[in-house]
């Protein structure tokens, strides 16, 4: 592209000197011939003039007189009746420029100049045309070649960011070039850039969440079915089965959510459900855990509570909750709901050391983690909260209270008693 634009430019710029160059030296040389013979016109005239006056005053016309009158390279002779030719200068050989003027008492006087001397001069102009158009086309050329690499330069650059984006690498450059038209161009890449980067981006998140909640729905499965294989009774392996089918669908529906918040974190299936039953879901899906690990998990508060959101979103908060206790915490955790104005509240509490004074406010971050864990499982569980229309809040650093608020539809205030389930 550089040589292309330097050849066209160059190729511009000696027409435009053939054409003016061509003209120009033809003017000049007809000025100058002109000029040339104008110049030999008017010194014969002025040379009879003064042939006249001294013929008149009866005065000496002789060479020596007359010599001044006439320049260096010209030649002139002077014809007066009755007496000999006077020769001014040295006769010229070959081409000359002659003019030839008639005096009032009958002289005549011819003045002759070589035509080498216009051709000289002549040769003077073309030679300063010849070094103004040299000069001309050097400028073209620094100029081709200042233009070439403002342009060709930044579409080298264009074409390495566009290759960078297919390598897979999408950060955006942001560099302009003052050329509106290279400039749009690099727009479109960056603009591309930046939703290749949010894609990948979204892509990478998925991955991460996915592995983190299938990570509690499998292991439960995976004990649902190591019971099922140890036991020999058919009432046990029914109804370890008919857990383990439980488990598949609440599976099946943290996968399609993982789906829908990847493609839309607002986008929501909000119904209105009793909190019981997914408080009771969690806490038959963690007991044997925490059986395992020598602690309780128990519940209480009000029952029967309404809640509007998504049942299988609100069990993998409480799951999300409930797994950061049983890594993080200590002691016995605790479920309590209770009502705060138009809200359902749910709050988990464990008896441990609590949440790190420095980890408090981005405790809801992305990889913010205070004993090498993934730091994924409370943003994820915010963002299910959020995409329900509610929130998920820590109330207390130590002990630990998490507290997930829930629009609720209103029930009658009889309907509602304490509980306390162990």
């Known amino acids: 592209m550089r040589r292309r634009l330097i050849q066209s430019t160059l190729a511009v710029v000696l027409v435009v000197i053939a054409v003016f160059g061509v ?11 002109s000029s040339a013979q104008e110049r030999v016109k008017s010194e014969a005239v002025r040379l009879a003039g003064i042939v006249d006056s001294r013929i008149l005053g009866d005065e000496e016309i002789t060479p020596e007189i007359l010599v001044d009158q006439v320049g260096d390279d ?21 081409d000359v420029i002659e003019s030839t003027r008639r005096g009032e008492q009958g002289e005549t006087v011819t003045v002759q100049e070589p035509r080498s001397a216009v051709t000289r001069e002549v040769g003077r102009t073309l030679l300063i045309i010849g070094v103004v158009a040299l000069m001309a086309v050097v400028a073209a050329v620094l100029l081709a070649l200042r233009q070439a690499n403002r342009l060709a330069s930044p579409l080298t650059d264009l074409a390495e960011t566009a290759e960078r984006l297919g390598s897979g690498d999408p950060r955006p450059r942001h560099k302009r070039y003052g050329v509106p038209e290279l400039d749009r161009v690099a727009d479109v890449l960056d603009g591309s850039a930046e939703r290749i980067a949010r894609m990948l981006t979204a892509e990478r998140r998925l991955a991460a969440d996915a592995s983190h909640q299938l990570r509690t729905p499998l292991t439960a499965l995976s004990m649902r079915l190591e019971e099922i294989t140890l036991t020999d009774d058919p ?27 990847s493609r839309d974190p607002r986008t ?10 997914v408080i009771q879901q969690q806490l038959a899906e963690w007991r044997p855990a925490y059986r395992q690990a020598g602690r309780a998990i128990v519940s209480s508060g009000k029952r029967h509570l309404k809640a509007v959101g998504t049942p299988g979103a609100v069990a993998q908060v409480l799951a999300a909750l409930i797994e ?12 309590r709901t209770r009502v705060t104005g138009n809200q359902a509240v749910i709050e988990v509490t464990d008896e441990g050391p609590g949440v790190p004074a420095d980890l408090g406010a981005r405790i809801f971050e992305r990889a913010i983690s205070g004993r090498n864990s993934t730091g994924i499982g409370l943003a994820v569980a915010r963002d299910l909260a959020e995409a329900d229309g509610g929130r998920l809040e820590m109330l207390q650093a130590k002990p630990p209270v998490f507290a997930l608020f829930l629009s609720r539809t209103p029930v009658k205030k009889s309907s509602e008693e304490e509980r306390t389930v162990r």
Do not use: C, W
């Open 235 to 261: 009432a046990t392996v029914k109804e370890e089965a008919t857990i383990a089918l439980a488990q598949v669908e609440r599976l099946t529906d943290v996968v399609e959510r993982l789906l829908t918040n």
């Open 268 to 277: 929501g299936s909000a119904v209105t459900f009793d909190l019981d039953e």
């Open 23 to 33: 003209s120009l030296v033809v003017v000049e040389t007809r000025t100058i011939s």
């Open 74 to 94: 010209r030649y002139a002779v002077v014809h007066i009746p009755g007496r000999p030719p006077i020769e001014i200068g040295q006769k010229p050989s070959g």
């Open 324 to 335: 950061n206790s049983l890594m993080h915490g200590g002691g016995t955790v605790a479920l």
